[in-house]
């Protein structure tokens, strides 16, 4: 079955440095990867998907995505954190033999100003 | 411009009370969604609908039944409430069944019983 770990419950950066969640996963074949986001009251939101093809995915908001097939990993980074990038950020994982993605636990993300 | 739409954002009610909670999406997409969020932000699938026909029904109790009365529509039931069913859930919707198609999600609902 597919599975989702996020090592980070918690990360505190300072506004202007760069930021790297954390993501593995368990799927047997190539899985359908993505990050979502979701700030303070609100639902959850599309930042990036991996499908296939070039492993490094850009999405919005200056995020983006390295798929790690050795590691089993899609790690979300970003060069610089905004203050208004405080939220919860959730990897999740799907594939052709699943009708459903599985959501990691998330990763709340602070921002020092 | 609300792409999924749902209502009440609050709700709060008392153990054996019945309630609902409505959601609706203008994108035009096949396939709506029930996730339940609990207090530790974990999400869960509940339901999943595709033009109206009931897909995925994960394990949950029975006190719970969507009904999709058409494809832009997926409205949730609880009858007898009880102090475990408190959390938020969210409607979402995507273009169609399966795990590619990415999720829209709606603002939430959140769920109080006292």
């Known amino acids: 079955a597919q599975s989702v770990t996020q090592p980070d419950i918690h990360i505190t950066v300072s506004e202007g440095a760069s930021l790297e969640l954390r993501c593995n996963y368990s799927y047997g074949a190539t899985p359908y990867l993505f990050w979502y986001v979701q700030s303070p009251g609100q639902g959850l939101q599309l930042l990036l998907k991996?499908?296939?093809?070039?492993?490094l995915v850009q999405g919005i908001k200056g995020f983006e995505a390295e798929f790690k097939r050795s590691q089993s990993s899609f790690n979300l980074r970003k060069p610089s954190v905004h203050w208004s990038d405080a939220a919860e950020y959730f990897c999740a994982v799907g594939g052709t033999s699943y009708d459903k993605v599985i959501f990691g636990p998330g990763t709340s993300l602070s921002v020092i100003p | 411009d609300t792409a999924v739409s749902q209502t009440p954002k609050y709700l709060v009610t008392q153990m054996g009370n019945d309630k609902s909670i409505k959601c609706e999406q203008n994108?035009?997409?096949?396939?709506m969604y029930w996730y339940k969020q609990d207090s530790k932000k974990f999400l869960k699938i509940m339901f999943s609908?595709?033009?109206?026909?009931?897909?995925i029904n994960e394990t949950v109790p029975n006190r719970f039944s969507p009904k999709s009365p058409d494809k832009a529509h997926l409205n949730l039931h609880i009858n007898s409430l009880e102090l475990g069913d408190s959390a938020v859930y969210f409607c979402?919707?995507?273009?169609?069944?399966?795990?590619?198609?990415?999720?829209?999600f709606g603002n939430g609902t959140r769920l109080t019983v006292t």
């Open positions: 994108l035009g997409h096949d396939t």
């Open positions: 609908y595709n033009n109206k026909e009931l897909i």
């Open positions: 991996y499908f296939s093809g070039d492993t």
């Open positions: 979402a919707s995507s273009t169609r069944t399966g795990s590619a198609s990415p999720l829209h």
